[in-house]
């Protein structure tokens, strides 16, 4: 890590020369025990101490309590400026993944979105989430029942297979059994 560190400060110094400076960006993670809720300190970052406090600005990147689709920036070390200062940003929508300013954050802001359930699943089951909640399985199913459409009309439309319609139909009843 030292020698790759000094290679790219001779890069940085050789750029800098011919007037197209570079500016690399290390990437560091979290540690696993890490609580999302919380600003980052170097404490919270894995591998080696060192690269952090040799940093003069070190910015995090993490999840944002007000959805999926943001995140907030902040800084764990800021060489000139104030360090307190986060912001939220969003993906901006475009085919590579970037990022775009949506206001400013604070601390109240860090941490990961609710989850919320549509109010069709209550129940958490393992596996995958499926994307059509029960009564929308079961709308499709008495649809079949009525003969207003196939199974086959279905998984055209919405992908959904006969067998998957079938085993939610059947789970579902089970469980009011119970």
């Given at each position: ?11 940085c ?6 007037g197209r400076?570079?500016?690399?960006f ?7 025990d890490w ?5 980052l ?11 952090v ?6 910015v ?17 070390k ?15 929508g ?12 604070s ?8 989850t919320?359930?549509?109010s069709?699943?209550v ?8 994307e ?5 399985i ?7 029942q ?5 199974y ?7 992908g959904?297979?006969?067998s998957?319609?079938k ?12």
């Amino acid at each position: 890590m030292k020698q790759f560190c000094e290679e790219l400060d001779d890069l940085c110094s050789q750029s800098l020369k011919v007037g197209r400076p570079i500016t690399p960006f290390k990437v560091y993670h979290a540690k696993p025990d890490w609580n999302p809720t919380k600003p980052l300190t170097p404490a919270s970052v894995r591998g080696n101490k060192k690269n952090v406090n040799f940093t003069n600005n070190f910015v995090y990147f993490t999840y944002c309590k007000h959805g999926s689709d943001k995140r907030v920036l902040g800084y764990m070390k800021l060489k000139h400026g104030n360090k307190e200062t986060l912001s939220i940003l969003e993906y901006a929508g475009t085919e590579i993944d970037q990022f775009r300013y949506a206001g400013k954050g604070s601390k109240e802001d860090l941490g990961e979105a609710s989850t919320e359930q549509k109010s069709c699943d209550v129940k958490q089951t393992p596996g995958r989430k499926s994307e059509y909640c029960l009564d929308e399985i079961m709308v499709l199913y008495d649809m079949v029942q009525a003969k207003e459409c196939t199974y086959a009309e279905i998984e055209a439309s919405y992908g959904i297979k006969k067998s998957m319609i079938k085993k939610r139909i059947q789970r579902a009843r089970k469980n009011t059994l119970t």
